[in-house]
């Protein structure tokens, strides 16, 4: 099993919800980050991490069922991601998390995730 899997039982969808909902909060104030939505409305992103996130920590497979096999690394190859911008994405992640008051065990486990596949998507030097 996924060591990430066990992290929907442990906080539970109202927390994951929140996270997403915090982490758009911060992409719409950074400006790196905010150049990677050209529309205005940030909800269909919110609701597809949301998704992905139940689905990859353990909870319902809803975003399969609707987008098919997340494919990470492809789907954002439309997108110049160096280690900057990598790094914007994990400060705004971080800080979306910090607003969650998480156990530190989770909190270590999800931050682990993130940067792993944060790292994995860079795809510009």
Do not use: C
Not at 51 to 58: D, I, K, N, T, Y
Not at 87 to 94: I, P, R, V
């Amino acid at each position: 099993m996924n060591p990430f899997q066990s992290v929907y039982e442990l906080i539970g969808e109202e927390k994951i919800r929140l996270l997403t909902a915090y982490f758009y909060q911060e992409v719409s104030q950074n400006r790196e980050l905010r150049k990677l939505y050209p529309e205005e409305d940030l909800k269909p992103a919110e609701r597809r991490l949301y998704l992905f996130l139940l689905q990859v920590f353990g909870g319902p497979q809803s975003y399969s069922e609707e987008r098919g096999h997340p494919r990470l690394r492809l789907r954002h190859l439309q997108w110049q991601i160096n280690p900057d911008l990598r790094d914007h994405w994990l400060n705004a992640m971080f800080s979306a998390m910090d607003k969650l008051q998480l156990d530190p065990n989770v909190k270590e486990l999800m931050m682990g995730y993130f940067i792993k596949v944060a790292n994995h998507m860079i795809n510009h030097e």
